[in-house]
């Protein structure tokens, strides 16, 4: 299933671990603080323990969401970056 992982990390150093961990399971950056991928269940939990860990008693705040494929279809995007516009009508 899609999983969004959102995060909102004031310490540079745990920030970094949680982008870390993201890419070691897969995922991809769509935004500075924003990764998503595939995951199923199992590998969804094992992130979910995993980042929060690394985040530990710091401040921060990180938000895992497991989006269904029906859903997914609906997403809205608009890009402007390099001086191009890409909007995708998915």
């Known amino acids: 299933m899609q999983t969004l992982v959102i995060y909102d990390i004031v310490e540079d150093k ?7 961990a993201c890419k070691d ?3 991809t950056r769509i935004q500075w603080s924003a990764f998503s991928g595939n995951l199923n269940y199992n590998r969804r939990q094992e992130l979910y323990l ?6 530990g008693k710091s401040e921060g705040n ?9 859903d997914l279809q609906l997403k809205k995007e608009i890009d402007i970056t390099s001086g191009e516009k ?5």
């Open 62 to 70: 990180i938000q895992i969401y497991p989006i269904c494929d029906k």
């Open 86 to 90: 890409k909007v995708d009508h998915s």
């Open 50 to 55: 995993r980042l929060r860990r690394t985040l």
């Open 25 to 27: 399971y897969g995922l």
């Open 14 to 20: 745990i920030r970094n671990r949680v982008a870390e």
